[in-house]
């Protein structure tokens, strides 16, 4: 137990020392990609093999060893969840990608016993060639600049310890033996650091409202709802570095006056849960939370709480009635949170990725984070590459970056294959950009004046064979269905909006109905209640704006450009190039191909449902529609 | 299987642990779930009566939340992920796949023998591995094609 | 208190403590279109209909924005039109749009409001799911194909009547307006008091109408048609044309009248009946140590209520029958046969303000002879249909008296139409009673007015007698929650379930808000100062009827037929907890009540008990054990069923006896072994 900023140091100390005293540490990937790629077989076989060559293994950071132990521990995600499962070995940094179970005698044999790296696991540059042998040296990697995911993937999650030993908890002990709340306040104005969840809202300015809103009693909520389809930033800081969302809520809960804090995590994230309850477990223990911390006179405590599948519940008001109880449906502002929250207190909510930098920039000053990113966009920030670029995962920028740097540097361009078309940013709230900005700076400001938003942070990269109508009714009917269903705009207007866009991709849609469609779309920006619905046309306006010859070719010609609507175009089988081994037929669903067995076959036009299997199976690439 | 009483008791012991405050109505629910697999609906008036909380409130939040389910569901419950990351890369396909193997009818989730039951989710988070798909939420499945799922299928089945 | 000044539409208007931009600019004579806004009810913000231009602001839901000094607010621009035609088309096209035939035309809100936009067109298609319509109730229809989910309904039942029969359901285009599991409205907890009928703005919940078996009876010839007419009609009638209340109630009876119905009574004679059996049984629990706080049993839907959530308490209820169901009782049994008829072949209409009413006369201990005491409630809305059917130009009607001798009544029975009237007549009835002639006029103000809780004192005799009027049953909770706790004591509580009593009932004329309500009380007891008969005991008649009926005031005769009693009643059906394999079919089916009475009083403690006695005995697949919502047995401990009989008041020292004298005994060893 900790009763004074003495005990944490000297705590740091002796943590720093069984650090040190490791002679090596192998650092398996526990994030959910890796763990589905097979990567806790490996951890559990690492440590078989290495104890059975007698060496000495240490799981925990503070375990007693006599010798310099060879550390094997889980980590969080290291963001390039693609080539997982990952191995990381320090103190070099060493990284190994789809590690096997049956690459772990290599691995210990080789590189723990005889120093020599295992070279078939290293990344090797698709192009040039080159081997990065260290994490650093791997172009997804040596481009990004972390603070929100410093940790990551670089400690033990489960580990306290391992936490206090790089640098944590010493924030919240500045604070609150150096500072006053205002002054706290003044470092987080001084960083300009932005809401991360979407908004990019002032931190410090949320802070000051709530600081200055009368009540006994805070709240400060950390917001784990992350429903962006394609973002997981959030489930990677909460998942690898659980203590860092705890000290960015304990220094935000100094700042406004509040004794208690709610982390509201998605339902569909049950290992974040887990670390972050253990974490907080470990952390109420040590007397890092609870009352009087450190003497500091000051008490916080955190509970969790596990949302239940609703991505409205992102949304401020509807996440603060969900901890209510309640049906997560927003209410309307003002009274804003900060004044009136939950069960009536001034609350703020700050978003995973917020909170996880603040302790660096409590320890290293606002002006060290202004150093990184743009004048308007300070900082860094998160982004989860996806779609069809080379390399996918999670990724750490400095703000300001270009599309071009992330997609084509870090993202190593598209897919063998494919060619660049457009990127959506910013998730269902966000938009669809295009080759012409791929310079773009990508910070708030910029985003949101060509019509798309940060955003929490979703990058998806799509290729010429994409279809825009059906990215923006995909993306329609994510909002049509996670939409709450309270205000009119909201729900009756995405409702309409989908069926407008369906029917363009069915080709059943007139001139009439896109313009009913762009009308809508402002109605709705204008008029819904919350964040959700004022954001959801954004997809449908920056492909209307980008794009719209690609709506045009649909509702006046029928035609989906990108080769991409099954209901606009028609199977055929090139009779030259069939050679009638019968596969097609068997996999057809719908019994539409038929043909004498060696001979060419023909597709029943009437009977095709259009599934696209038959061109998937088809050795000698003789389906084609148009 | 559980007894009946068994599941009773600890539906009231859940209620207990939450001191039957209202603002804990959803990890209630969560939790009943879990014991019952699903939340019949006598379960949820007798929740609404020990929680002194409106019946059609209870069932109110109960439909709100995609987690929860008022018909029973099956013993394997397959979420296949329809975030961007998966959509992009075919989890259409995957989805079409499973329900044809399964036979499911078009507004049909779950097999006629409570066996399995087939949903599509909001992103998991694993947009690194798209397209993803999990079962019972403890197996996840990353880079999965039509022809895995059936594999994953038939492997569950013979599991019985 | 908000202060300073705002520009609104160009007019600099003075904030004045308003609490919303929709609320001041209401003031300066601009109304801003809503359909989920109620002063009365918290804000929703959701249809959005009411969004304003701020300067700086942009676009602002006006109902949940407070005005702050120096706001330049615009009401009607380009932008906000725009908004508003697309919602209202947008709301048009997910309704069943079967306007001519709803019976919501024209007092519809949506209708009124398409018209007022110049929503001619819907661009959009129809509503692509029909759901059932719940005929289930006997006060309410509800068709969610006509909801357009602005949630008033909901809000008015959690918030003034404290109930919470409806709630949202499902999110999304999915949403809807729902009972507990979709059950109808005649399996929950619903008081059929209307309320949320009064605030639907569309044909979603409506009235169900009794118009046409009025009608079959006054077609009949072989039927009597006696109409008795509540209070708070007469207030509100004339709203449906275009009048005040003036005259109305003469007006009134001349159209009945010529609508053909043979006797034109005054419910006003039962109320006297009430008053004066009512405070006679007061004091005599006063006297005798009887249960306090008496509570008035006028209102049905609070009857339902306390039947549903205080069966501890129905030993409070005053005995009386209501007004309606004492006049019904005295017409199907002393009338009838006076007129030399059968109680089958007069047919007794009430005109109510109220829905519950409807409910009310169906209850099957109001009957006579096998036929209902009252056979057709109408509302008032109802009423005006029906003259308005005849083709009576009402405006034109000649004023025609109520006939003799039931069609007399009192101020004090006149003012039963407004929260604190029935204490008040009680208090009249009590003045004069202790107090002899010389009171003259008893004015009882502290009672009066439209405030949700009202309490007051008067001297009876040497004794202090503490009064609580309260109306709205989320009002009337807290107050019995008070009582309960023993921070507060009345010796006579008067219960209305509407806002400002009946004249607010769910049965009255289109807007029925705070501001028709209030006009409406005040026209009460403006009606109630020219009236010449002051208190219940100064109505000869009903002295007279009371002597040569039933034998005097507070006689046996009185007793049978004016008086009743009230039983438990469950709040919600649905199917039982299994609680050990009870499908597989045992000899002794043993239900244990979970309903919340014997949840409280440790029913789920009970329930393990028997678990365990069955197993310990060895009479697993004998015994089917179930816990059952509400045995409708709550005033008694918990209770339990064993096959098809009830026992109470089970506790867990006595449990194991139970259980072996009435479960164990009945096991036949043959069914399962």
Request: charged content about 25%.
């Amino acid at each position: 137990m900790l009763k004074t900023r003495e005990d944490l140091i000297k705590l740091q100390e002796k943590a720093k020392d069984a650090l040190r005293k490791e002679k090596m540490r192998i650092l398996v990937c526990a994030g959910t990609g890796c763990v589905a790629s097979g990567s806790l077989k490996v951890y559990d076989a690492l440590k078989q093999k290495l104890k059975e060559k007698g060496l000495e293994v240490k799981v925990e950071l503070m375990e007693e060893k006599d010798n310099e132990p060879c550390a094997v521990n889980t980590s969080g995600c290291h963001g390039f969840c693609q080539m997982g499962p990952l191995v990381r070995i320090e103190p070099e940094g060493i990284f190994y990608h789809h590690v096997k179970e049956s690459d772990v005698d290599d691995i210990v044999e080789q590189h723990v016993i005889a120093g020599q790296l295992v070279e078939r696991l290293l990344y090797k540059h698709p192009v040039t060639g080159e081997v990065a042998k260290t994490q650093d040296q791997v172009p997804f990697y040596s481009k990004q600049t972390r603070v929100a995911l410093e940790h990551c993937g670089r400690i033990n999650p489960d580990d306290i310890y391992d936490y206090i030993a790089h640098d944590g908890y010493q924030a919240v002990a500045k604070v609150f033996f150096e500072m006053k709340p205002e002054e706290v306040i003044n470092e987080v104005l001084e960083s300009g650091l932005r809401g991360r969840g979407g908004g990019g809202f002032p931190t410090g300015r949320k802070w000051q409202f709530a600081a200055a809103a009368e009540g006994e009693k805070k709240y400060v909520i950390c917001n784990g709802d992350e429903g962006d389809p394609g973002a997981f930033m959030d489930r990677s800081v909460m998942e690898g570095d659980p203590h860092r969302v705890l000290e960015g809520m304990m220094i935000a809960g100094y700042a406004i006056g509040a004794d208690e804090g709610y982390i509201y995590v998605r339902a569909e994230y049950p290992l974040a849960v887990k670390r972050l309850r253990k974490a907080i477990a470990d952390a109420e223990q040590l007397g890092l939370l609870g009352e009087n911390i450190l003497n500091s006179g000051f008490s916080f405590k955190i509970h969790v709480k596990e949302g239940a599948g609703a991505f409205v519940c992102g949304e401020e008001t509807a996440l603060i009635a969900s901890i209510e109880g309640q049906r997560g449906m927003p209410r309307p502002r003002p009274p804003f949170p900060a004044q009136k929250g939950l069960w009536g207190c001034p609350t703020i909510i700050n978003n995973v990725e917020t909170l996880a930098n603040l302790p660096s920039i409590l320890l290293r000053g606002g002006k060290w984070f202004r150093a990184f990113g743009t004048e308007g966009s300070p900082g860094t920030k998160t982004f989860a590459l996806a779609g069809q670029v080379a390399h996918t995962g999670l990724v750490e920028v400095p703000m300001g970056m270009t599309l071009r740097e992330v997609v084509f540097d870090i993202g190593g361009g598209l897919k063998k294959g494919k060619e660049f078309k457009a990127v959506q940013i910013g998730g269902p709230s966000g938009g669809c950009l295009t080759e012409e900005h791929l310079d773009l700076k990508l910070d708030y400001d910029e985003l949101r004046k060509v019509g798309a938003m940060v955003g929490s942070g979703g990058l998806v990269v799509m290729g010429k064979d994409t279809c825009m109508v059906e990215v923006a009714k995909f993306f329609m009917s994510f909002v049509q269905s996670e939409s709450c269903g309270k205000c009119v705009p909201c729900r009756e207007g995405t409702k309409r909006m989908l069926e407008i866009l369906t029917a363009i991709t069915k080709g059943q849609a007139t001139e009439e109905d896109l313009k009913l469609l762009e009308e809508l779309a402002y109605i709705v920006q204008d008029g819904s209640l919350c964040g959700l619905g004022k954001t959801a046309p954004n997809p449908v306006l920056t492909t209307l704006r980008y794009f719209r010859d690609e709506y045009e070719a649909h509702v006046r010609d029928k035609k989906c450009p990108a080769g991409a609507c099954k209901d606009l175009q028609d199977y055929y089988i090139d009779p030259e190039k069939c050679k009638g081994c019968g596969l097609c037929a068997r996999v057809c669903p719908a019994g539409a191909i038929s043909g004498e067995k060696k001979q060419p076959h023909t597709i029943d036009k009437a009977k095709c449902a259009k599934c696209g299997t038959c061109i998937e199976k088809c050795k000698f690439n003789a389906i084609y529609t148009a | 299987m559980e007894s009946p009483q068994r599941k009773f008791q600890k539906l009231q012991q859940i209620i207990d642990k939450y001191e039957g405050k209202a603002s804990q109505l959803i990890p209630i629910l969560q939790e009943v779930q879990e014991e019952y697999r699903y939340l019949p609906e006598e379960v949820l008036t007798y929740i609404a009566t020990a929680m002194k909380l409106p019946p059609a409130t209870v069932f109110g939040v109960a439909t709100f939340y995609a987690q929860f389910s008022l018909i029973p569901k099956g013993k394997y419950v397959i979420r296949i992920c329809d975030g961007t990351a998966c959509h992009v890369r075919g989890s259409e396909l995957i989805n079409q796949a499973v329900r044809k193997e399964l036979n499911l009818q078009d507004n049909q989730s779950t097999t006629e023998d409570l066996q399995f039951t087939v949903e599509r989710v909001s992103c998991l988070g694993a947009c690194g591995l798209a397209p993803v798909v999990t079962v019972n939420d403890t197996e996840v499945y990353g880079q999965m094609t039509p022809e895995e799922i059936l594999a994953v299928v038939k492997k569950l089945r013979e599991e019985g | 208190m908000n202060t300073g000044k705002v520009t609104i539409d160009g007019q600099v208007v003075e904030i004045n403590g308003a609490k919303n931009i929709l609320e001041l600019a209401r003031r300066v004579g601009i109304e801003i279109p809503t359909f989920c806004y109620h002063s009365e009810l918290s804000v929703y913000g959701a249809c959005r209909l009411c969004m304003v231009e701020v300067e700086k602001m942009g676009l602002v839901a006006s109902c949940s924005t407070a005005p702050v000094d120096g706001m330049v607010i615009h009401t009607n621009t380009a932008r906000v039109r725009r908004l508003r035609r697309m919602i209202i088309e947008l709301l048009l096209a997910n309704h069943d749009r079967e306007c001519p035939t709803c019976s919501k035309s024209t007092t519809c809100k949506l209708q009124k409001l398409a018209k007022q936009f110049g929503v001619t067109k819907v661009r959009f298609g129809k509503r692509d799911k029909q759901l059932p319509i719940d005929e289930s109730a006997p006060s309410i229809i509800k068709d969610p194909n006509k909801c357009i989910l602005c949630g008033d309904c909901v809000r008015v039942c959690k918030e003034v009547q404290g109930i919470g029969v409806w709630d949202f359901a499902f999110r999304g285009s999915e949403t809807q307006v729902s009972t507990a599991f979709n059950k109808k409205l005649s399996d929950v907890a619903c008081v059929n008091c209307g309320q949320c009928v009064a605030v639907c703005p569309t044909g979603a919940l409506t009235v169900k109408s009794e118009v046409d078996k009025a009608w079959e009876a006054i077609h009949d010839p072989e039927k009597t048609v006696i109409v008795q007419i509540a209070p708070a009609v007469r207030v509100a009638l004339g709203e449906e044309f275009g009048l005040d209340s003036r005259d109305v109630t003469g007006k009134m009876v001349a159209a009945l009248k010529k609508i053909g119905v043979d006797k034109v009574f005054d419910t006003l004679f039962g109320a006297d009946m009430t008053t004066i059996e009512e405070s006679m049984e007061f004091m005599h629990r006063l006297k005798n140590g009887g249960k306090l706080p008496l509570f008035t049993s006028c209102c049905p839907a609070w009857i339902k209520y306390c039947e549903q959530t205080h069966a501890d308490m129905l030993k409070n209820l005053s005995s009386c029958r209501s007004p309606q169901q004492m006049f019904g009782s005295m017409v199907k049994k002393h009338y009838a046969r006076k007129i030399g008829k059968k109680p089958e072949d007069v047919i007794c209409i009430s005109i109510m303000p109220c829905t519950a009413k409807k409910f009310e006369a169906r209850r099957p201990e109001f009957t006579t002879g096998g036929v209902p005491d009252v056979d057709v409630v109408l509302t008032t809305v109802e009423l005006a249909q029906m003259i308005k059917e005849a083709g009576i130009i009402f405006d034109e009607l000649k004023p025609v008296g109520f006939d003799n001798p039931l069609g007399m009544g009192s101020g004090s029975a006149l003012i039963f139409g407004a929260s604190g009237g029935v204490a008040e007549s009680v208090v009249r009835f009590v003045a004069g009673y202790t107090g002899g002639e010389e009171v003259g006029r008893v004015d009882f103000y502290p009672v009066r007015g439209i405030k949700g809780i009202k309490e007051a004192e008067i001297e009876v005799e040497g004794n202090t007698i503490k009064i609580a009027v309260v109306n709205g049953l989320a009002n009337a909770e807290r107050l019995i929650q008070r009582i309960k706790n023993g921070e507060a004591f009345y010796h006579i509580v008067e219960v209305m379930s509407c806002p400002g009593g009946c004249v607010g009932g769910g049965g009255q004329p289109g807007v029925n808000d705070t501001a028709a309500r209030v006009k409406r009380i005040k026209e009460i007891y403006s009606l109630d100062a020219v009236n010449q008969v002051h208190k219940a005991q100064d109505n000869i008649y009903v002295n007279k009827i009371l002597e040569d009926w039933f034998g005097g005031p507070a006689s046996s005769g009185t007793h049978n037929d004016l008086h009743t009693k009230y039983t438990p009643r469950k709040r919600i059906s649905g199917k039982p907890i299994d609680i050990n394999n009870a499908e597989k079919g045992g000899s002794v089916q043993v239900s244990v009540c979970v309903g919340t009475g014997c949840y409280l009083r440790g029913s789920y403690d009970i329930m393990n008990k028997f678990a365990e006695l069955i197993k310990q005995m060895g009479l697993e697949g004998h015994v089917d054990l179930n816990g059952t919502f509400c045995l409708e047995q709550c005033d008694k401990g918990v209770s339990i069923k064993v096959d098809d009989e009830i026992i109470t008041g089970v506790t867990e020292e006595n449990v194991e006896q139970i259980f072996k004298s009435h479960v164990a005994i009945k096991v036949d060893l043959a069914v399962n072994s």
